[in-house]
T-cell receptor, first 114, second 111 residues
């Protein structure tokens, strides 16, 4: 069966500090990978998605970037955090061909920028 | 373009009563629709999806959803709600590789 991991679970960072959130998927190959941000426990905003190693699509121009160095690894980064980067960050994966497929979500990272 | 709308921010029901969470869609072409549930400080959990076929889709935890093309709706239902069903529910539609989510409906089931 497939499993998706995210870490850390919670993070408190000062404004201006760097960020690195990691997501890994087990039990599947060549998944589509996604990063979302959820503010105030409500709507989901798609930040990035990737259909393959090194292939990143950005949905919203902002202070964040994403990378996919390995098939089942997806990293969300920032060089300098802003207060507005606070939120609940969710990684998700889906099968890659013949869709449409549902996405499966990780447990999330709660980021607080102080 | 594909989008969904959840007209109710909050739904309150008594335990044992039927639960309905509403979703309407606006899509070009065939609609591909999904329901997810989110418990506090957790990731979203997939409940069910409609791709094609039967208009009544059965999913996890006793939930089902009815696809209605004439009303462009995909309402989530459960015949008898439990207190443990209290959570945030999202409807979503598929657009290529991506999902477009509704704003979410908070369900509170009182004992």
């Amino acid at each position: 069966s497939q499993t998706i991991h995210q870490w850390p679970a919670t993070l408190v960072q000062p404004v201006g500090s760097p960020l690195s959130l990691e997501c890994t998927v087990e039990g599947t190959s060549n998944p589509n990978l996604y990063w979302y941000r959820q503010a105030a426990g409500r709507g989901l905003q798609l930040l990035f998605y990737s259909v393959g190693i090194g292939q990143i699509s950005s949905e919203v121009p902002q202070n964040l970037s994403a990378s996919r160095p390995q098939d089942r690894q997806f990293i969300l980064s920032s060089k300098k955090l802003l207060l507005s980067d606070s939120g609940f960050y969710l990684c998700a994966w889906s099968l890659w061909a013949g869709g449409p497929y549902e996405q499966y979500f990780g447990p999330g990272t709660r980021l607080t920028v102080t | 373009a594909q989008s969904v709308a959840q007209p109710e921010d909050q739904v309150n029901v008594a335990e044992g009563n039927p639960l309905t969470v509403k979703c309407t869609y606006s899509v070009s072409g065939n609609p591909y629709l999904f329901w997810y549930v989110q418990y506090p400080n957790r990731g979203l959990q997939f409940l069910l999806k409609y791709i094609t076929g039967d208009n009544l889709v059965k999913g996890s935890y006793g939930f089902e959803a009815e696809f209605n093309k004439s009303q462009t709706s995909f309402h989530l239902k459960k015949p008898s709600a439990l207190v443990s069903d209290s959570a945030l529910y999202f409807c979503a539609s598929s657009n290529d590789y991506k999902l477009s989510f509704g704003a979410g409906t908070t369900v509170t089931v009182r004992a």
